[in-house]
Structures are given as C-alpha cells and as structure tokens.
C-alpha cells in the first residue's frame, strides 16, 4: 500500500538540469522505475496523481532515451482530474528547449491544447526556443500566430530575436524578413541583440548596404560599446569593408582608453555589457528588401585622414603616441576584444590584397600590448605570399616559431600554394604534410596544377592519393586537373596508338567514376581538357562523344569547346569530317572566332582545296577578322602542298606588309619545303626578308638552312653562318648543326685557324662583348 508521504519523500521538488553522466545511468533508471511503480498505485488506490510527480518521471524518461514512455507518461499527467496549469510543463520544456527536442515540445503543446490548459509567456518561450534550436522555424511561427493575447501571454521582443537568430542559421532572408514583420505589427521594437541578429542576416545574405543601415540606425539609439563594436567590425571584415572595419576599430581602441565599463561572460560564454538594454522603437525604414543598394546608406567615416592611404592611424592617435591597455580592470576578456577584432580586421586585409594596412595594423596591435594571434599571424603571412613573395611571408612564420607559436592549417595551405605557384613542388609537398587536417582541396589543388605545368603526372598520381588518403574532398577544380594531368598517354607531339588509347580511355573512365561518387558534374573547363586529351591520342569517336555531353551539360559549350573538336579531326587528317562539323554547326547558329577560322583553312590543306582556303578567307573579313599570322602561314602550307612556291611568296611579302605581329614559324613554313626541293634561292630569299622584318631565327630555322647548304654547296658553313651573324643567341643551335653537317660528310675543321666559321663566330662575340 502507498502512503502520501513516501510520495512526498519519493518526489521531493529537485528540478536542477541534470544529465546522465551527472547521476549515472542506473541511478537515474532506478528513480524512473520506482516512480512509475508508485504512480501505477496511486492510480490503482484511487490517489490523484501530482502532475509534479509526472513531471520528474517524463524528465527522466527524456535523459534516458526512452521517448514512447515519456509521451506515455505526458498522456497521463492531470490524471483523476487533477488541476493544469503550466507551470506543470515547465521544466520539461526548459529541458527540451537545452537539448534542443522539437518533436516532444510539439507533444507538449497538443497536450496543453487537449487538457485546456492556457499557455503562459514563460512556456510560450521555452517552446520558441525549443522549435527554433531544432530547426523548426515554420513550427514556431504557428506557435507565434496560434495565440490569443492575455495578461499571461503576449509578444515579447526575446520570441522574436530568438526567431532571427534561427532565420541566420537557417540562410533564410525570407524568414528573416516575415519576423521583421511580425516584429513591426506586434511593435515590439529592437534592441542590441536584434541588431546583432541583423548583422548575422546581413553577412550570411553578403548584404553590406543593410549592415551601414544598422550601424546608423544603433548609433541613433545607442552608444557603442565593446560587444556592439566587436560585432560590426566582424560584420565589414566579412563583407570586405577594410575602412569601415577600421573606423569601428578605432573606435573599439578608443572606447578602451576611456574606460568605465563592466564586461563579462555569460553562463553560454558569450561577452556581455552589465547594463540596462530598453527595446528601441521599430521603424519600417530599417527593411530587409530595400537595402540592396548604397545610396540608402550613411557611410562609416573614412579612417583615411585628409584622404592620405599612405598613413594610416587607428584612433586619435599616431602609431608613435598608442599607451598600453594593461591598465583595464576588465583586461583578459579586453584583450580578447581586440584580439580577435584586430584580427579580423587583418584577415580582411588579406582578402583585399592590402598588405601595407595589414603590416601597419601587426605593428599596431604590438605597441598596444596585444599579443597577435594565430589568426593575425595567418591574415598578415596569406597576404604578404600574395602581394610580396614567399620570402617575406617565411620571415613572419620564424617569426611566430620564434615565440613557440604553430602556424595554423590555414597558413601552413596558403604556404604550400605559393610553394606551388613558384614551382617549388617539394617545399609545397613538405607544409601540406605540416598540417594537421586540410578541409578544402585549395592546396592540393594548386600542387596538381604545378606538376601539370611542369609535366610531372607521376608526381600527380601521389599527391592525388594523398587526397584520398587524408580524405580531403576534391572538387570540380581537382578533376580539371587531372583530366589535363592524366587524359591522355603518349608525350606531347606524339601520335596516339592503339595500347595508349586504351590506357587513356582506362583512366578517363576512372576519373569520371571517382566524379560520380563525389557527385559533381562535368564543368565547361574538365570537358575543355578532356576533350584536348581525347584530340592528342586521336580518339575521334570519343570526341564525338563528349562533344554532345558538352552540348548536353552547358547551355552555350562556346568557340573554344569546338575549336578543340574541330583542331582534333584536323590533326587526326579527317578533313571532310572537320568540315561537315563545321556546317553542321553554322547551321544551329554557332558563331566562329578567329580561331575557327585558321583551324579550317588548316583544314584545306587536306583536301587541298584552295578555293575553300578563299571562302573562309572571305568569312573572316565579313565578321570582322582580318588575317594573322597564323592564317597566313596556314596559306602558305596549303599553296605550298599545291606546288606554287611563287604564290607562297606573293603571300609572305603580303603578310610583311600587313604590319601584324611575324613569327619564324611563318618563314620556317617556307624554308622547310624549301629545303626538301634544294631550293637555297628560295630559302635564301626567305632569310633576307627574316633579316628585314627583325624575326629572330629559332633552332627550326637553323636545321633547314643548314640542311640546305650541306645538301647543295662544299662551302656550306661559311654561307650559312652569315645567315645569322645578327642572331648571336642562336650561335649554340649553329654549331650543332655544323657539326651535324661534318658528320654527313662535309669535312669541318674545329681548329680557330683553320676555319673561317669559328673565327668569324670569335670575331663577333668578341664585337659583342
């Protein structure tokens, strides 16, 4: 039998948070199962049962897990018509409102609805917070609109920013602004924690405008202090403000010479002001959607003085008359403050590529006695990499290891892509491994593209494992990168066949796999290199292919997509189908650039087709594309292809007329045909007009004239080394081909007095000297 007082014993009112860990497991399973016992014979003997008592058990049954018993339990309180009221719910909110627990505050409501008990403003906002914390935003909306206004219950500004501060975690503008709605109907008013969720919406909606309204329109009502300040500075660091960021910084600093306030932190650790925050008017004129534009805005003073960015001060003061903040009563949470603001203000600076207010604002936090932090160290190193060089950024990580501090991951990143822009693979290899964990494929990725550059795929192939092993995600900008590392097989210049096609199709198939299982799609760069790849290994089909995915996946693949497609059926000599390509394009209104142009009069020379050569000539001048070199060289191959040296040189003599930009590839065109029909006239009168124009000779213009000599005359060094007595930077080119030209037969003395080529190459370098 069950007695009232082991009942008062059994529930006595001790309704502290606790949790599992804190009473233990079996302790807090034991209670739970006595109390039910007891409640079951209480129920049995007729007894009414204490809603209090229900109210420790469904408690309980929540730190346990056991949620059907607790909603059981939640069914039962008020049992043999016991009075409800809400403060029967109430500690059972506040628990579900720390976890957070949405579903079972829910519960809770239909239950109060069901047994008639009205809802008070204290519950109300447990539930709010409940259902906000969960992510229960339209959920806590109802609740707001679900209520009629009483004594007990009725709008309060807390519902509201505890509703905004949801919106910011949630991204969700829309939110944000049917709150300030709500806010403005119910005329609640703001006060300093509103403002701060502004802020929040603000950043998270990269809306800078909206955030100078809520500096101006805080500045009407309230005085800045430390928080407030702390806040906005965040808020235009983030949104790359540099100079309003320093104004309020300066600002911050000030307010700490002057003392007179109390800060401390707050049972969450959040900073907070000792003061009295009264809830300011709410006026429509501070609206989400109507700040999207500066000319609403009242500016931040500038920190620059008399418009003068090459001396900056921070305060009222020069950097030669800052005083020490170690005097504050409130110095370690000060110091923090300005810790981190000065910090943001620095990686602000970074971001902006302004690396002389970053040195000066380091220099500044020192001389007031701020002790830089890992994050300072991080904005000041990042920008000196971008705007100075490694060297300069290596001298502030000595720096830091100098005071036993260790460069953040972040640092250690940005280290190794500069490594990695200089080509310097082992430097950039050796910070990555420095690191603790990487969580962006940044400095991977800039490793992939420095082996890319300097040809290095093996060297690719680790660092992408690497990747895997640490599982850092890749992104589409890592499968770029390995599309061009590893696409194609054989070394440039080389014909594809038939074993490195297969192998080139083996990998391009691994890499989309590894694509699909991180799900990311093909962008217009990973298909750009692929298709590059696919037209290196002369894999026509393939091309094809990829050249409808690309039609497929992006609304416009763009001149330089069909240009790859249409360069590689050329190069694999399938002229006719570079040409259907062509038409067929035209015809679905594809819009050719110089580029297309070149490659197709390139075309002509396989089907060797002059008059084609002349259309496309004459579609080049009716969009707006005079020729170029290039297009001229391709002319000159293709008449040359027909046999017509005169026309070829009608159209070199053209094109040195035409004031374009020459190269030796234009002339090393004719002096290579040249050479094969011996025809030392022609290349003789090419390399007059190189001499004449000023294009200097490369190592390709060196072996046909050599070749050409040594074919036709006995004295072929003398004659081709004073075809580039003006060329000294060839000279080591000339002498492997006049050695080459000994080992064909003709006799070549080495001796400095026996051979004019050697004396007159002495006589000029000693001219030169």
């Known amino acids: 039998m069950c007695t009232r007082v082991s009942i008062k014993k059994l529930f006595a009112p001790s309704f502290r948070k606790s949790s ?181 919406l603000a950043v998270l909606q990269k809306n800078l405008p909206y955030v100078h309204n809520i500096w101006k329109e805080y500045a009407k009502y309230y005085n800045f202090n430390f928080i407030s300040l702390r806040e906005f500075i965040w808020a235009f660091t983030r949104l790359g403000d540099v100079g309003s960021a320093c104004e309020a910084l300066r600002h911050l600093v000030d307010l700490v010479f002057r003392g007179g306030f109390t800060i401390k932190e707050n049972a969450e650790g959040k900073l907070v002001i000792s003061r009295l925050d009264v809830p300011m008017p709410f006026y429509s004129n501070l609206e989400w959607d109507r700040c999207q534009t500066v000319n609403n805005i009242t500016s931040v003073p500038s920190i620059y003085e008399n418009n003068n960015k090459d001396h900056i001060k921070i305060g009222g003061f020069d950097l030669k008359e800052v005083k020490h903040v170690g005097r504050n009563s409130n110095i370690g949470l000060v110091m923090r403050i300005l810790r981190l603001s000065f910090a943001d203000v620095i990686q602000a600076c970074a971001r902006e590529k302004n690396h002389e207010l970053a040195e000066q604002l380091f220099v500044q936090m020192q001389n007031l006695g701020i002790k830089p932090s890992c994050g300072a160290y991080d904005g000041l190193i990042r920008v000196l990499l971008q705007e100075k060089g490694f060297h300069d950024g290596m001298k502030v990580v000595k720096l830091m290891q100098e005071r036993n501090m260790k460069p953040l991951d972040s640092t250690l990143a940005s280290l190794s892509a500069r490594c990695s822009k200089d080509l310097e693979l082992n430097l950039a290899e050796s910070f990555l491994s420095e690191m603790g964990k990487c969580t962006t494929a940044y400095p991977y990725n800039q490793l992939l593209g420095a082996c890319d550059t300097l040809d290095e795929p093996e060297r690719g192939i680790q660092v992408f494992g690497k990747m895997k092993k640490l599982k850092v995600a890749p992104n589409i900008t890592t499968y770029e990168l390995l599309f061009s590392l590893f696409g194609n097989v054989n070394a440039p210049y080389e014909d594809g066949n038939k074993e490195s096609r297969a192998e080139a199709a083996k990998r391009i198939n691994a890499i989309e796999n590894d694509m699909i299982r991180n799900g990311i799609q093909h962008s217009y760069v990973s298909l750009r290199n692929l298709l590059k790849a696919l037209g290196s290994e002369g894999m026509i089909s393939e091309i094809e292919h990829y050249l409808h995915v690309a039609e497929n996946q992006l609304t416009t693949p763009g001149a330089p997509i069909y240009n790859i497609v249409l360069h590689s059926l050329v190069e694999a000599k399938e002229g006719q189908k570079a040409i259907n390509e062509f038409k067929t394009l035209m015809s679905h209104g594809y819009h050719p650039n110089d580029v297309t142009y070149n490659i197709m009069i390139d075309c002509c020379t396989i089907t060797g087709s002059l008059k084609s050569a002349q259309a496309f000539i004459a579609m080049m001048y009716h969009h707006g594309y005079p020729p170029q070199t290039q297009t001229y060289t391709s002319l000159i191959k293709l008449v040359l292809e027909l046999g017509d040296f005169d026309e070829a040189l009608v159209l070199l003599n053209q094109a040195c007329s035409e004031g374009i930009e020459l190269d030796a590839l234009l002339f090393n065109t004719i002096l290579r045909v040249a050479n094969w029909k011996d025809r030392i006239d022609i290349v003789e009168y090419v390399m007059d007009r190189m001499h004449q124009e000023r294009v200097p000779p490369d190592p390709d213009t060196c072996a046909h004239v050599f070749s050409a000599y040594v074919n036709q005359d006995s004295e072929a060094d003398l004659r081709a080394l004073n075809l580039f007595k003006d060329s000294n930077e060839i000279h080591a080119v000339a002498l492997f081909n006049l050695r080459w030209c000994a080992m064909a037969g003709n006799q070549i003395s080495w001796l400095t007095g026996q051979s004019h080529w050697v004396q007159q190459l002495a006589a000029t370098n000693r001219s030169s000297t």
Request: glycine share 4%.
């Open 20 to 200: 599992a860990t804190e009473f233990g497991r079996k302790e807090i399973l034991k209670e739970w199962r006595l109390g039910i016992t007891v409640i079951k014979e209480m129920k049995e003997e007729g007894y009414p049962v204490n809603p209090t008592s229900v109210q420790k058990q469904i408690m309980n049954a929540l730190h346990l897990g056991e949620r059907e018993r607790a909603s059981s339990l939640l069914s039962h309180i008020g049992y043999n018509n016991h009075l409800l009221k809400p403060n029967n719910f109430l500690k059972i909110l506040e628990y579900c409102a720390s976890i957070p627990d949405p579903p079972f505050v829910l519960e809770i409501w239909r239950t109060m609805e069901e047994k008639g008990v009205d809802i008070n403003n204290e519950c109300h906002i447990l539930m709010i917070q409940a259902l906000c914390k969960g992510g229960y935003i339209e959920e806590a909306f109802n609740l707001m609109s679900n209520f009629e206004e009483s004594p007990d219950l009725y709008p309060s500004l807390n519902k509201y920013n505890t509703i905004l501060e949801a919106s910011a975690k949630l991204k969700s503008a829309t939110h944000a602004s049917k709150c300030l709605d709500l806010m403005d109907h119910d005329m609640v008013g703001k006060n300093e924690t509103t403002y701060t969720e502004l802020l929040k």
